[in-house]
């Protein structure tokens, strides 16, 4: 039996974490202690002090854990961590937790590549963003590769490797080639300076560059040359016509404002990369009432750099909060280099602050009572899924399976993920069916299954030896939903049984018509009003689980269609199917094109295309 007052005694004069439980052993809070003595005794005094929701929370705290760390940096990230892991009842927590896309610069390589990524590694590279939306990394890259000839491949070339043969874009003018024969190197690392001095937000100094190669090369009547110059300057200032300058320092900042209501806060967060916004993003934290606007502040800012992978040099915030040094610490050690957290009281970077918690004011106006609206849609179908069920626990985070195929060709399945009510995209799974051959739909599922948590059971056994962070296939749902009737349920339940795993499984009732009309759970047939809000949530779930596997389904399908067409014509090689489709567009372009047409494709000659066209006419 647990006895408070006699833990409360034992307690170190420690810097630590403090874990409150609840009866059913689940953890209700996290909070972080320079003095884990004197903090965690604070909650069992007078209660005269307390806020209403802290005397809610310590009338239902049964027992209490406590973690002791070396310093007060640690204890904040270990809080912030744990935070993040069990979404605790009276934290407040930031339910979005996205990876933002970035552009990584392979600069630690032998002819650098660009591309996309979410995840910044210490490994010499030169990453640049965060960017709010794919859409504005993929537009950015390919004005990139519309500008620059640059190799896409993986290969080695601090091996010296060589290919015998170059890929498509070396043909169509896409890249240099370095992989086929020697590039000056020189040459390519100016086109590699160039575009870190655009990504660097030095587009103006960079068309400076591209105008006097310009004005060389029509100097020396290279005309052609002059033109491709000229075109890029073009593309990049039709860019800078769409950004707008907002600060005159040129280090990169990260602008935080917010405004609150009665029990809600918006956060909006402005992403300042030299001088230039290059993206935002708002966040509505919920259940904030009697808390302050620094204790706001610093759960934001903790929870969204726990998360971040690009801490920037300077972070703007309205007013400073208790633990600012603890966090500064952290996020200069997270950065490598010190970072700055300041409050501005006067000048330009006072008028960003302001302007950015000016919009966090206005989406709170906007969006605040739609959003409160949703929330409390989405809570109250997980009590109705919860009642109806008869479990233990809200059902807060539900993982729904499916399977894919037509004719048993090509079986795929999908794991969508829904916490809280509401997708959650960053752990959706797609599953190839490796062992199965065949229209079989329970053994594909059987499949999937065991290879999602057997998977689960290792990460939690590496996160125990501290040999990675929390995944997600470590965090365990509290309901499995199985798009299918009690055989699929039961396959569910033998594969958890013999992996020694409780997890409440439901499966879904179809009509005629391949539409839920009821939950299948313990042998049970439930029925659901469908106006109500746990039938429209089960709706959202089983229609987002099916187009997650059919979408990834019709790829595959369609990569193997294309394969197995023009795999069948002698003397057309991977090289050759690419600049065709390149060329045509799609397979019903190639069969309709004459002999000209298709000999006229680079690397195509008289003999393949005859070779081609006879194909698709000669029986």
């Known amino acids: ?170 043909y169509i003018g896409k890249c240099f080639g370095p992989c086929y024969h020697d590039v000056e190197e020189k040459k390519y690392m100016e086109m590699i300076d160039e575009i870190i001095m655009f990504l660097s937000g030095k587009e103006e100094k960079l068309i400076e560059v591209i105008e006097n190669k310009m004005k060389e090369a029509a100097k020396n009547l290279d005309f052609e040359n002059a033109a491709k110059y000229r075109d890029k300057i073009n593309s990049l200032n039709l860019m800078l016509e769409k950004q707008k300058i907002v600060s005159t320092t040129m280090v990169d900042q990260d602008i935080i404002g917010m405004a609150t209501g009665i029990d809600e806060a918006c956060v909006q967060i402005f992403f300042v990369r030299g001088g230039k916004v290059t993206g935002r993003e708002h966040f509505i934290l919920t259940d904030t009432e009697y808390q302050s606007r620094g204790e706001i502040l610093s759960s934001f800012v903790k929870q969204f750099y726990i998360g971040s992978s690009y801490v920037p040099k300077e972070i703007l915030i309205e007013e400073e909060f208790e633990d600012i040094e603890a966090v500064t610490s952290w996020l200069s050690d997270k950065r490598g280099s010190k970072v700055g957290i300041r409050v501005p009281k006067r000048g330009e970077k006072n008028l960003l602050v302001e302007m950015v918690r000016k919009n966090a004011l206005d989406m709170l106006d906007k969006y605040g009572d739609k959003i409160k609206r949703k929330l409390a849609s989405n809570e109250k179908a997980l009590n109705e899924l919860k009642d109806v069920l008869k479990l233990d626990d809200i059902p807060r985070r539900i993982e729904a399976f499916d399977i894919s195929n037509i004719q048993g060709v090509e079986s795929v399945g999908s794991m969508v993920v829904f916490e809280n009510g509401q997708s959650k995209n960053s752990d959706y799974r797609r599953f190839k069916i490796k062992t199965i051959i065949g229209p079989d739909d329970y053994g594909s599922m059987e499949e999937i299954i065991y290879r999602r948590f057997n998977r689960g059971i290792k990460e939690k056994n590496m996160i125990e030896q501290n040999i990675v962070a929390v995944e997600s296939f470590s965090v365990f749902p509290d309901l499995i939903m199985m798009d299918g009737g009690k055989g699929q349920v039961n396959v569910a339940k033998k594969v958890l049984k013999d992996l020694s795993i409780s997890i409440p499984v439901c499966g879904l009732v179809k009509d005629d018509f391949h539409r839920t009309r009821a939950l299948t759970y313990e042998d049970t047939e439930i029925g659901l009003p469908s106006n109500s809000e746990s039938f429209k949530l089960i709706t959202r779930i089983q229609d987002e689980a099916h187009r997650f596997a059919i979408t990834y389904h019709r790829s595959l399908r369609d990569k193997k269609m294309i394969r197995s067409v023009l795999d069948d014509i002698r003397g057309i090689g991977d090289k050759r199917k690419k600049a065709l489709l390149k060329a045509f567009g799609s397979v019903d372009n190639i069969k309709k094109a004459t002999i000209e047409e298709l000999a006229d494709i680079e690397g195509m000659n008289k003999l393949a295309a005859q070779q081609v066209y006879d194909f698709f006419r000669v029986k």
């Open 1 to 170: 039996m647990f006895n408070i007052e006699e833990e409360l005694k034992k307690l170190p004069d420690k810097p630590g974490v403090y874990l409150m439980k609840n009866k059913d052993d689940q953890i209700i809070y996290v909070g972080k202690a320079i003095s884990l003595k004197k903090r965690v005794r604070q909650y069992f005094q007078s209660s005269k002090n307390h806020t209403p929701k802290v005397n809610a929370m310590v009338k239902n705290i049964e027992e209490f854990e406590y973690i002791i760390t070396d310093t007060e940096v640690e204890a904040l990230i270990l809080e912030a961590n744990l935070i993040k892991k069990h979404k605790p009842k009276y934290n407040i927590l930031l339910r979005d937790d996205k990876q933002y896309p970035y552009i990584k610069v392979t600069t630690n390589e032998k002819y650098p590549r660009v591309m996309k990524t979410r995840r910044i590694i210490k490994d010499g590279a030169k990453y640049f963003g965060p960017y709010t939306s794919v859409g504005a990394v993929n537009d950015t890259l390919e004005i990139i590769n519309n500008l620059y000839p640059l190799r896409t491949c993986k290969m080695n070339f601090d091996k010296n490797e060589k290919r015998k043969r170059p890929c498509l874009n070396y």
